[in-house]
């Protein structure tokens, strides 16, 4: 066979290979089900054998020594963690010490909450990585927008906050009331 005519996937890695597998307990068909977890495989004979594994095997995770760090608590070396939230820097020492190393948030200082009117507006990560901009007196207020907020007043509504909106005719100034959402003319 040329070069160019060779197949996408090789035998071994065909997508369907995995499709039609066999449970290693019973011998029954194994299916992909779905549970609050995510998708899973799993026996079809299912309740009599109860085997499952996961679609995709994660890899473990081992923590990395930072050397030369150390703990401003307890002077423990600080490690490379994997939490639920993704990767972290903790103390070794874990759990007698619970130091965790944040981010500074970005405070957008020009930019005043205009719920409490007391906090500013800081830029910060969800836990799967979006970045969304919340008031600085969390949790007395809870005020939070998904776009980079700027001052200034709506003209429809008088709203005291705008947002940056990337539209396909450019960028936008939008009310941060999510009742008004007026788009504010150039």
């Known amino acids: ?19 039609y597998e066999v449970c290693p307990e ?7 089900k779905n549970s609050k977890a995510g998708a899973f495989l799993g026996c079809v004979s299912y309740p009599v054998c109860k085997y ?12 990395q020594i930072l050397s030369g760090s150390e703990c401003p608590k307890c002077q423990h070396e600080l490690a490379v963690k994997q939490g639920r939230y993704g990767l972290f820097i ?34 910060k990560q969800s836990r799967y990585g979006k970045t969304f901009f919340s008031c600085t007196n969390y949790p007395k207020c809870k005020f939070v927008v998904n776009h980079q907020p700027v001052a200034g007043h709506c003209e429809a ?15 936008k100034l939008q009310c941060a009331a999510k009742k008004c959402g007026h788009f504010q003319k150039q």
């Open 26 to 32: 019973c011998g029954s068909e194994l299916q992909v």
């Open 90 to 123: 903790g103390c070794t020492n874990f759990p007698d010490c619970d130091h965790i190393e944040h981010e500074e948030e970005q405070v957008l200082e020009e930019v005043d909450c205009p719920l409490c009117k007391k906090g500013h507006l800081a830029e």
């Open 1 to 19: 066979m040329s070069k160019d005519k060779q197949p996408l996937f090789s035998q071994h890695e065909h997508a369907l290979e995995r499709e």
């Open 52 to 63: 499952t594994r996961p679609i995709v095997e994660q890899e473990k995770f081992e923590a």
């Open 157 to 171: 509504c008088g709203f005291s906050l705008l947002v940056k909106r990337n539209m396909a005719a450019g960028e």
